[in-house]
């Protein structure tokens, strides 16, 4: 039995996670009902309403799932798998939250006009067509400049904890139990792990929290998020950035011992996918693992099915529903590597795939 100390030690631990968990769930719905509301209904006054494939939402199943979330989130923490979030540990700015918030609500009114608008393609221009694909240069989810301003990068993180209500961060944390297991036996300081769409570098700064010696590539096709990364994770040691494209990332033969890749496939067309697994492939040494992080498919939570299916209609993601239907297992195997564990976490699968010894 554990000393009383501990007792209490951990009591306390979990209250504070409980309380500030509440918190940012606060903040965050707030916002995300604001832009919910800017932004409007999925079909237009007047327009017929779209044929849906899929059952009524199962709500009671969406609360359980987020609720199972923060259980599970806290389980990891408590047990060691991975340390209290640096977010949760340290103590908020107030004027970085009012700065934040006024951002967001401002860009909210943009980005309802450009729904409305059907501007998808304000990005696109001769001058970036000659360096990025044609497929990249779009304005997903409507923002504003797409992924090609500083501005853009600034907001990026509070838009996609907004659209999660909070849940963003738990779910990218589940990938850490993978990485635990990836570098079990083995001197973090002595492996690499390269991170694909690496965005601001958020998901890293848990990462390197984590394991500090552990070699690391942050690899994004947009300047402005790698600039915004590197300014991230200028704390850490041990981090090369490089702006590439990950169908063609430059590196190695055999190089890595752990790839991830966080909410990157779905925002790839099908034939794009099939090139970026196969370049995972290449990278990875034998018995490398890739822990693969994005949304849940069609018939992984049945009753949630029909928020995969109406995503898209509310938010300019024009791969989404193609990815939803993907075969993962067949689409990494066809570039020779093998399903391994797979965790489900509200809204987000956690899959690895090993590269054969």
Same mark, same amino acid.
């Given at each position: 039995? !554990? ?14 996670? %409980?309380?500030?968990?509440? !918190? ?13 509301? $800017?932004?409007?209904? +999925? ?7 779209? !044929? ?27 047990? %060691? ?7 949760? =540990? ?85 990938? +850490?139990?993978?990485? $635990? ?20 570098? =958020? ?127 067949? +689409? ?14 509200? +809204? ?5 795939? $090993?590269?054969?010894?």
């Amino acid at each position: 039995m !554990a000393p009383l100390s501990t007792v209490i030690a951990n009591g306390a631990k979990r209250g504070a996670y %409980g309380a500030t968990q509440a !918190a940012r769930i606060l903040w965050f719905t707030g916002h995300y009902a604001y832009g919910r509301r $800017k932004m409007g209904p +999925l079909t237009e006054p007047g327009a017929a309403p779209y !044929a849906e494939e899929f059952a009524p939402l199962d709500r009671e199943r969406l609360k359980n799932a987020f609720r199972e979330l923060f259980q599970r989130d806290w389980k990891n923490i408590e047990t %060691g798998q991975y340390k209290m979030p640096v977010d949760l =540990r340290q103590r908020p700015s107030f004027a970085k939250l009012w700065k934040q918030s006024r951002d967001y609500l401002s860009d909210a009114d943009k980005v309802a006009r450009r729904k409305a608008a059907k501007g998808h393609s304000e990005v696109y221009s001769l001058a970036y067509k000659e360096k990025f694909p044609r497929y990249y240069l779009q304005n997903f989810h409507y923002q504003t400049d797409g992924w090609m301003s500083e501005s853009s990068a600034d907001r990026y993180d509070m838009q996609v904890e907004t659209l999660f209500t909070g849940a963003a961060g738990p779910m990218r944390r589940q990938a +850490l139990p993978f990485i $635990k297991k990836a570098l079990e036996g083995k001197d973090a300081s002595t492996a690499h792990l390269l991170d694909l769409g690496c965005g601001t570098g =958020r998901f890293l700064g848990e990462v390197k929290d984590n394991w500090p010696q552990l070699n690391v590539t942050a690899l994004d096709l947009s300047p402005a998020y790698i600039g915004k990364a590197r300014a991230n994770l200028g704390r850490w040691k041990d981090i090369a950035f490089v702006q590439e494209n990950a169908e063609a990332t430059g590196l190695p033969d055999a190089s890595c011992d752990i790839v991830t890749a966080v909410y990157l496939f779905h925002e790839l067309p099908p034939a794009v996918r099939k090139r970026v697994a196969a370049e995972i492939a290449r990278v990875l040494k034998p018995g490398g693992i890739l822990v693969q992080v994005d949304t849940i498919q069609y018939g992984d939570e049945p009753g949630l099915d029909i928020l995969l299916e109406n995503f898209p209609r509310g938010f300019h993601e024009p791969y989404y529903d193609s990815y939803c239907r993907e075969d993962l297992q067949s +689409l990494f195997a066809d570039a020779g590597l093998d399903k391994q564990d797979e965790t489900l976490a509200f +809204l987000t699968k956690v899959t690895g795939f $090993k590269k054969p010894v």
